[in-house]
């Protein structure tokens, strides 16, 4: 059942239905139950919160009920039933309200059900003891909705396969072995990885300047009076997957004899990235970091802060520090660019990543050298037929490729007939659905299905299986275990030391990394 919650505009012409109920009985001290009845009256008006049931929501025309309470006050009904002719139970509980309209009647339910339908009884349990009724107020009959053609699609799964026969030789060779004693050597390339890099000095991003003169300014930031610096990221840069990478440098302007960027601008050969993703701003490395300690503020300024208090101004406060990377809120007010004063102090670092190793040496490994006896050839004395093996076996060809034919006939005849496609416009009845291959490849499928008015109705015509015609193969020979006569050796020979890798895989199987 499903409630309602529209305004409908009833018509009611006709009042065509009359209910039969015993009076009143007491549920119990504090209530009474009161029993539907009455005929209803035709009504017109505008009703809200109606009640469907049966799928009259979707019906052009329902049946339709109004039903009303008689007592002073509606919120005295705890329940409401109503039991229609072919079983199905409606019930109402305070919870799901009362149909009102606009014409100030009072409060009762408006209830649509199929046209045909009928109300075989009804009751309501109120808590006013006084004498009060349950009555039909207006009826109307519905007409039935005309019904409406269906629709056939078809799912079938069709594979080829066919029989493959093989006939194969098997022989056995009587073989002459002749060997040679080596001596084999193995060098194995020797790889290290650099020291680590480290940097435990006040670290700053490395800024752009107008020259190299004592007079430059920074072109990309500012310089604090405390020698760091601050410098501007483009935000729709840094919003990118990729972020922004930016330069670090051992230090920014300071008094102690460095006057020109060349000098105090010095990059250190390593440099952080700025990310911007869900209003905050976070400063990262790549996968070269062994450690870093990095703080960062973030300002929609670049003014330099001249007391703590000031929120337009950037440098007022040593960032906070972290371990390998940070992340603060991106500042309110920064729309195009933000103003990042990153303090690092300390940082180390695998120069060329963590996976670079350099080539050191060759080294002979004593584990892989080997004397040992080798075969050079084998001289076949004898190659005898031992016997013929015929074996069998089905080959699965994929998707079957040929044609195939749909024939659909319902109580008007064949309504179809050629390729298979999805039907539609067919009137509600029973068909028969017949799948065959025009070849005659698989014997043909029928099913009998029932089209339903409005409905799609699915026709599984399961999995076939086509089998074709036999593929017979004469394989190469094979040959068993052969007959091994005693070893006939050569002189012995020492071979050239083998290298084994590369001296520029440092992660070959075979390199060594010290």
Request: glycine share 8%.
């Amino acid at each position: 059942m499903k409630k309602v919650l529209a305004t409908m505009t009833f018509l009611i012409t006709a009042a065509a239905v009359t209910l039969s109920g015993a009076t009143a009985t007491a549920a119990d001290g504090d209530t009474q139950v009161i029993d539907l009845k009455g005929t209803g009256s035709s009504f017109n008006e505008s009703w809200n919160n109606t009640f469907a049931v049966g799928g009259a929501e979707n019906a052009s025309n329902p049946s339709m009920w109004h039903l009303v309470y008689t007592g002073n006050n509606p919120a005295d009904v705890t329940e409401m039933q109503l039991t229609f002719a072919d079983g199905t139970v409606f019930d109402w509980t305070p919870a799901l309200g009362f149909s009102t309209n606009n014409g100030g009647n009072n409060p009762g339910w408006v209830i649509l059900a199929p046209a045909g339908w009928e109300i075989a009884s009804g009751f309501l349990i109120t808590k006013d003891l006084t004498q009060v009724n349950f009555n039909i107020s207006g009826f109307n009959k519905g007409v039935p909705d005309k019904p409406v053609n269906g629709a056939l699609t078809f799912e079938f799964d069709i594979t080829a396969q066919h029989k493959e026969v093989t006939t194969q030789e098997v022989r056995q060779k009587t073989i002459q072995p002749i060997w040679q004693t080596t001596i084999q050597r193995y060098e194995r390339p020797v790889f290290y990885q650099p020291k680590t890099t480290y940097n435990n000095n006040t670290l700053v991003t490395r800024l752009d300047y107008s020259s190299n003169l004592a007079s430059a300014v920074p072109t990309n930031g500012v310089t604090l009076n405390n020698g760091h610096t601050v410098v501007a990221v483009n935000i729709a840069a840094a919003s990118a997957p990729e972020g922004v990478s930016v330069e670090i440098a051992d230090s920014s302007f300071n008094a102690n004899g460095k006057k020109t960027p060349a000098e105090y601008n010095s990059p250190i050969g390593y440099s952080y990235n700025v990310q911007i993703a869900n209003g905050q701003v976070t400063i990262s490395f790549d996968d070269s970091l062994v450690s870093a300690s990095v703080g960062v503020e973030a300002s929609a300024y670049n003014k330099e802060c001249k007391n703590k208090n000031d929120t337009n101004c950037v440098g007022a406060n040593a960032p906070a520090h972290f371990a390998n990377s940070v992340t603060v809120d991106l500042p309110k007010g920064a729309s195009d660019i933000v103003y990042l004063y990153v303090h690092i102090e300390s940082i180390s670092w695998l120069p060329g990543g963590p996976d670079f190793w350099k080539f050191d040496r060759w080294v002979v490994d004593p584990n892989l050298t080997v004397v040992t006896e080798a075969w050079v050839r084998n001289e076949i004395v004898d190659d005898q037929l031992l016997r013929t093996k015929v074996t069998e076996k089905m080959i699965n060809d994929g998707p079957y490729t040929g044609d195939l034919l749909l024939e659909v006939s319902g109580p008007m005849g064949v309504v179809y007939s050629g390729a298979p496609k999805d039907l539609t416009d067919l009137a509600p009845g029973s068909y028969i659905a017949t799948l065959s291959s025009p070849d005659d490849a698989f014997v043909a499928i029928p099913v009998t299905v029932t089209v339903e008015s409005g409905k799609t109705t699915v026709v599984d015509f399961g999995s076939i299986v086509v089998t074709g015609d036999t593929e017979y193969i004469n394989a190469k020979a094979i040959y068993v275990r052969p007959i091994i006569l005693d070893r006939a050796y050569l002189a012995p020979i020492e071979l050239d030391v083998i290298q084994l890798g590369n001296d520029f895989d440092a992660f070959d199987p075979w390199a060594i990394r010290r």
